[in-house]
């Protein structure tokens, strides 16, 4: 797959209904600081993502295959699990929305209501658009993930020409939100992906084509999503998907946003359940995961509480941002982007290894997360997420060229392998 097949499925991914609802979160802060969060997230998380989408292009690897390296083969298993439910999360938090939204619409249009039904729709339609693989994401998403680019950009006009800009005068005070929480809000967003980039990135002919592909292609849409979202709370006093919609009465369009825009989001997380399923019990078959992946997250659809997204989106970066802070630090600092196929299956590891796990990868991810969870409790104008990669990423390397590189040998480390700086 070259760099356009990255740009449509990323732009696919970053049209999506939960974005607008997550770009609401932001007018407290007001509408001019919003928007530098909106900017400044998306340009430290975009860049985070495509770097992450980089090591599974160089080796043909999924992403919890490219924990493995960092934390061990046994190491990785608690990243993949944990990556397994917060995709089923998203894959719920996708088809809650959806289903709200063309509820809706279908009872303005056509006076049918059926919330269940819609979610049952739209949790068959993805898994299905999941089924159809890489074969079939090659045509399908360059033409719907294009339309739905166009028919955002058309929202966003007429969301501007019917509210007007009038409404967003006194919104430039803000006040009610810190930029560093704001942009914590946006980072937490690309960050979420970065646990399955490399599930499609492997599918690269390079690393440059797969970066840019995915850089640009999230950037331009899930940007667009947060600023929709940040205007129309801020105009409308609403970031309510639902009631912008109907509000702006553009009938079948909304619908063919609202479905589409979720499968295009929704099937992601779908298939990369059943990738990183695979990182645990690499005998189960990816089609049967896929299905399950599907029927476990429509499920969850029925009773996720929405209400406490916003709790979820910090919760992600708590744990995601200081793990691939450190699978990023390693790969790229210390093994100068050079992978062994017995870093990638020997279970054992380095003989000071416990249990295949290594604990130096362990110490650093947990004051990563403690780092975390501080900054945020703490409401830092700098956010969290920034020194919670950082402080996990410098504990790692730092603890690697310590350790790692003076007890380990050539004939039982992968450490060996490394280029230490000197």
């Known amino acids: 797959m070259g760099p356009g097949a990255f740009f449509f499925i990323w732009v696919g991914a970053g049209i999506s209904l939960a974005e607008v609802l997550a ?6 802060a007001g509408l001019l600081a ?14 985070l993502l495509a770097l992450g989408g980089v090591v599974g292009t160089d080796h043909g690897i999924p992403s919890m295959v490219s924990v493995r ?10 990243a993949a699990v944990l990556n397994v439910v917060q995709l089923v999360g998203w894959t719920a938090v996708m088809l809650v929305v959806a289903a709200k939204a063309l509820n809706a619409l279908s009872s303005q249009l056509w006076g049918f209501s059926g919330y269940l039904t819609w979610v049952v729709a739209m949790g068959a339609a993805t898994t299905a658009w999941a089924w159809s693989g890489r074969k079939g994401w090659r045509w399908l998403e360059p033409i719907v993930s294009g339309l739905l680019l166009v028919l955002s950009l058309y929202v966003g006009y007429r969301l501007l020409s019917t509210r007007g800009l009038g409404g967003l005068q006194a919104a430039n005070e803000g006040g009610g939100m810190g930029f560093g929480y704001a942009t914590d809000l946006v980072i937490a967003m690309p960050l979420s992906w970065l646990p399955l980039v490399a599930d499609y990135s492997r599918f690269g002919r390079g690393g440059t084509g797969s970066f840019f592909g995915c850089w640009i292609g999230y950037f331009v849409s899930s940007f667009l999503m947060y600023a929709i979202g940040l205007t129309s709370s801020l105009a409308a006093g609403t970031a309510d998907v639902v009631e912008i919609l109907t509000g702006l009465e553009i009938g079948a369009v909304a619908l063919v946003i609202v479905a589409f825009s979720t499968i295009t989001t929704a099937f992601l997380d779908v298939y990369s359940t059943a990738v990183s399923t695979q990182n645990l019990f690499p005998q189960l078959r990816e089609g049967h995961l896929i299905l399950a992946a599907g029927f476990i997250g429509t499920l969850v659809a029925a009773v996720f509480p929405i209400e406490r997204y916003e709790s979820f989106l910090l919760l992600i970066g708590g744990v995601f941002v200081p793990l691939f802070g450190i699978v990023l630090a390693d790969y790229f600092l210390l093994r100068r982007r050079k992978l062994s196929v017995q870093e990638l299956f020997k279970r054992g590891g380095a003989y000071w290894y416990v249990h295949g796990v290594n604990p130096i990868a362990m110490i650093a991810w947990v004051t990563g997360v403690v780092t975390y969870y501080a900054c945020t409790e703490n409401g830092l104008s700098t956010g969290a997420s920034i020194p919670s990669l950082t402080a996990a990423s410098v504990i790692y390397v730092l603890g690697m060229i310590r350790w790692a590189s003076r007890f380990s040998t050539p004939a039982d480390s992968a450490v060996a392998s490394y280029s230490m700086p000197r």
């Open 23 to 28: 770009g609401g979160f932001l007018a407290p």
């Open 34 to 47: 919003g928007i530098a969060a909106n900017f400044l997230g998306h340009l430290l998380g975009n860049t």
């Open 69 to 78: 390296p960092s934390f061990g083969v046994r190491g990785s298993y608690l």
